[in-house]
């Protein structure tokens, strides 16, 4: 199991330097991508899903969640994790994010200075909601994560035996969390991952950036449980009307 681990480790990290990084070549004041806009980060996104998953999958851990929220849905459908794997799982997801979020710093690290907008440095590094109001905001988060779910048991379900084609598999779910982002990100920022936002936004907390204002720490409990309860939510529909799918 450690290389397993080691493989969440270092997909989730690669997941978030090339979100978060795309995030900050769109935000950050005087970057080649700056105001390049939401498809530029939506795709971005994507690719970083896409990308991670490959590398969990050669780092040693086949499952490649990635995400606590994915990790529990399949704790809770049985038959991958026992309870210590399932809670070491997530233990390295959420520090593969944190790492990342570092990398990420480092990357920019001219253009925090550069960049006079408290909000636009926060914003790299973590989700917030477009209008906030924390019951509508929880609930987009979970409606995001049960999507997820329930699309990436279909992509790996029966009826596609693993994937129409062997390796074919992160393609589909980068293209499933891009969708999820074009279509229900407004609202939050679509976290749909409690360790792509708690592992950079305590990077946020400790790191010295200049200006960076608050990690807004009133909110950061949104793109937690909200995920973690669309994962529930997804398992418990997977198998109620899918399993077997």
Do not use: C
Not at 48 to 71: E, L, M, Y
Not at 82 to 88: D, H, I
Not at 136 to 143: F, M, Y
Not at 163 to 170: K, R, Y
Request: aromatic share 10%.
């Amino acid at each position: 199991m450690l290389a397993s681990y080691f493989g969440e480790f270092l997909g989730t990290m690669i997941l978030v330097v090339l979100g978060v990084g795309v995030v900050a070549n769109v935000l950050l004041s005087k970057s080649k991508g700056e105001n390049a806009g939401w498809m530029a980060i939506t795709t971005g996104w994507a690719i970083a899903v896409i990308v991670a998953v490959f590398v969990a999958q050669s780092a040693g851990s086949p499952q490649a969640d990635i995400n606590p929220a994915v990790t529990l849905a399949k704790y809770m459908l049985g038959g991958i994790y026992s309870s210590n794997e399932v809670a070491w799982t997530i233990l390295a997801e959420f520090t593969g994010a944190f790492v990342g979020a570092v990398i990420v710093w480092l990357a920019y690290l001219p253009h925090w200075g550069a960049t006079s907008s408290a909000e636009k440095k926060s914003s790299v590094f973590m989700t917030s909601p477009a209008i906030r109001h924390f019951p509508s905001n929880l609930v987009a988060e979970i409606i995001g994560t049960v999507v997820l779910i329930l699309g990436v048991g279909a992509i790996f379900g029966q009826a596609t035996r693993g994937a129409p084609v062997p390796g074919l598999g992160p393609y589909l779910v980068g293209v499933l969390v891009w969708g999820i982002g074009l279509s229900l990100g407004g609202p939050t920022g679509y976290a749909i991952n409690p360790a792509r936002d708690l592992g950079p936004r305590i990077a946020h907390a400790i790191l010295p950036i200049a200006g960076k204002g608050g990690s807004d720490w009133s909110y950061a409990w949104i793109p937690v449980l909200g995920p973690l309860l669309g994962g529930l939510i997804g398992a418990v529909l997977w198998r109620l009307l899918l399993n077997g799918a």
